[in-house]
């Protein structure tokens, strides 16, 4: 079973910030948090990932609670190509390659 | 750089034939894995391999076996099909094993009738 917990289907305004939620209380101390999405079928494709502190990077932010467990994903400038599955996943660092996907988040961009 | 390539895209397989799905990547990654998505479902792993010469078992590994003599090739053997097959098949792969992002291939769907 997925170590997460996302919502089904959320919407975002095109242009305004998308906040994409993830619960993970069962974390342990050596778990990575990865966010990856799938457009339409296609192969998955990485954003970001953490372990503790908030990173950024040109796709997205992820911002981790201190108690590591829920974080949130954030795009920015949500455009309608970001319309896609959001997979929230925790994976031991060692074990990184062995991602346990869930339903995840299909994110909704609208005009 | 190509990276993740896999073919075919598409097959139809009768019950019980057997076939290889290809993997390669030109990346010279460490890591490899084998996915499937049935419909409406998230990924579920089925064999990775941490380097050449080095296989183990995901979640869903019976019917299916892989083997890893050339770092940039892990292609996945489907035994004898069964309608449960039918899905689609990622292949991944990533510079080591853990911290690194996965780089996917576009899948190739499979269906047995």
């Known amino acids: 079973d997925a170590k997460t917990t996302q919502p089904t289907s959320m919407d975002c305004a095109e242009g305004r910030a998308a906040n994409l939620p993830c619960n993970h209380s069962?974390?342990?101390?050596?778990?990575?948090v990865y966010w990856y999405r799938q457009i339409h079928s296609q192969g998955p494709q990485y954003i970001i990932h953490?372990?503790?502190n908030n990173e950024t990077n040109e796709m997205a932010s992820l911002i981790i609670t201190e108690d590591r467990k829920s974080s949130t994903l954030i795009l920015p400038h949500a455009t309608l190509r970001d319309t896609a599955v959001y997979y929230c996943?925790?994976?031991?660092?060692?074990?990184?390659?062995?991602?346990?996907f869930g339903q995840g988040t299909e994110l909704s961009v609208k005009p | 750089n190509a990276g993740v390539t896999q073919t075919p895209k598409f097959q139809v397989l009768k019950t019980g034939q057997s076939m290889t799905l290809q993997c390669a990547q030109d990346?010279?990654?460490?890591?490899m894995s084998w996915y499937r998505q049935d419909p409406g479902m998230g990924l579920r792993l089925i064999h990775y391999?941490?380097?050449?010469?080095?296989?183990d078992q995901g979640e869903v590994p019976n019917g299916y076996n892989v083997s890893r003599s050339t770092t940039e090739d892990f292609p996945l053997r489907l035994l004898s099909a069964a309608p449960s097959q039918t899905s689609v098949y990622f292949c991944?792969?990533?510079?080591?094993?853990?911290?690194?992002?996965?780089?996917f291939g576009p899948g190739t769907r499979l269906t047995v009738t």
């Open positions: 069962t974390i342990s101390g050596n778990e990575y």
């Open positions: 391999s941490v380097g050449a010469g080095i296989t």
């Open positions: 991944a792969s990533s510079y080591r094993t853990g911290g690194y992002e996965q780089y």
């Open positions: 996943i925790v994976s031991p660092y060692n074990q990184g390659g062995k991602l346990i």
């Open positions: 990346m010279n990654h460490e890591y």
């Open positions: 953490g372990l503790k």
